[in-house]
Structures are given as structure tokens and as C-alpha cells.
Nanobody
Framework: QVQFVESGGGLVHPGDSLRLSCTVS????????VAWYRRVPGKQRELVAT???????HYTDSVEGRFTISRDNAKNALSLQMNSLKPDDTAVYFC????????WGQGTQVTVSS
């Protein structure tokens, strides 16, 4: 079964940066568009950023200009560089394909608080 393992979250102050990492296994990673999602308790999971097979990226409006998604097909890895973090970015972040598989990883908690 496909497996997603996220890491890199933490507790930071507004304006700080974090870099999230994800490794993907048991699928042909290079053929899939992949994405970062986030979930806040009580809300639906939100698509944050995507990158397709050739590196074209898309971002939800709230993170445009602050977040950068990238992929390394040789390592089956996905990253999300998050700059100028805001309290509204607080969430559990997940990686998956786009559209997503039904199986999800544990996610990594990002908390932005003063």
C-alpha cells in the first residue's frame, strides 16, 4: 500500500519559517501530481499546494508568495518551504497525490503562535 511520511513541523512564532518534508513509497512517485494539504480541527482538509510531473506548481491564495512546494523524483520526496508564517497557518499538514489516495499519513503539526 502507498505510504506517506511527513516531518518537519513544529512550534514557531509569526513571521518564522519552516520546511516540511515528505517521503512517499510504494507508488511510481514520478508519474503523479503531488500536493500538500492541511487540516484544522473542525474544518475540512484543505489543498495548500500542488506540483505536477513537470514541476508546474499551484497554490491556494492564502499561501501564494509565502510557500514553495518542490519535489525530488529521484528520492520520492516532496517538500514545502513555508515563510512568513501566520497564526492562520496552524494546522496538521499532510502530503498526498492530487487527487489524493484514500490512505493518508500521520501528518506533521505546525503551530504558529506568539
Amino acid at each position: 500500500q502507498v505510504q506517506f511520511v511527513e516531518s518537519g513541523g513544529g512550534l514557531v512564532h509569526p513571521g518564522d519559517s519552516l520546511r516540511l518534508s515528505c517521503t512517499v513509497s510504494r507508488i511510481s512517485f514520478e508519474i503523479y501530481p503531488v500536493a500538500w494539504y492541511r487540516r484544522v480541527p473542525g474544518k475540512q482538509r484543505e489543498l495548500v499546494a500542488t506540483v505536477d510531473r513537470v514541476g508546474t506548481t499551484h497554490y491556494t491564495d492564502s499561501v501564494e508568495g509565502r510557500f514553495t512546494i518542490s519535489r525530488d523524483n529521484a528520492k520520492n520526496a516532496l517538500s514545502l518551504q513555508m515563510n512568513s508564517l501566520k497564526p492562520d497557518d496552524t494546522a496538521v499538514y499532510f502530503c498526498n497525490t492530487d487527487p489524493p489516495w484514500s490512505r493518508w499519513g500521520q501528518g506533521t503539526q505546525v503551530t504558529v503562535s506568539s
